[in-house]
């Protein structure tokens, strides 16, 4: 059984607002992103249960950026699911493509609202994040 959340979820990234454009600049300030600490409680609660997969936007090129920022932030993760580093589909597009392609997930932790209506429609459980 799978619980996949999407890496946004888990970290404050309001810093990188004004970057949000600039793909690179944005995806290089992740690490400075502040722990979101009840949700990642949360996890490692779950995480005796549940298999947790992160996925993410992010390109491959990130891999190493971001798992160094799980495990400093003690982020149950079994998995981490990137976009590959030329693929440059809608982030919600790419989510209900990625999260279809599991079975037996159980949740969906997710912050954005188009993505959130995409995989409902597929028939996921999803909670809703800021």
Known sequence: MKILVNLNCLGDNS???????????????????DPIKPLIDLLKGMSETFEIIVYTSMREK???????????????????IF???NDYSKNYELFAETISGFDDVQLVIESD?????????????????E
């Open 62 to 80: 990130y891999r190493y950026q971001v798992e160094q920022w799980l495990t400093d932030n003690e982020v149950p993760a079994d998995d981490v």
């Open 15 to 33: 810093h990188r607002y004004e970057a949000r454009n600039r793909y690179d600049e944005y995806d290089e300030m992740q690490p400075e992103d």
């Open 113 to 129: 609202m188009r993505t959130i209506e995409t995989i409902r429609g597929e028939g996921f459980y999803v909670l809703e994040a």
């Open 83 to 85: 976009r590959e580093d």
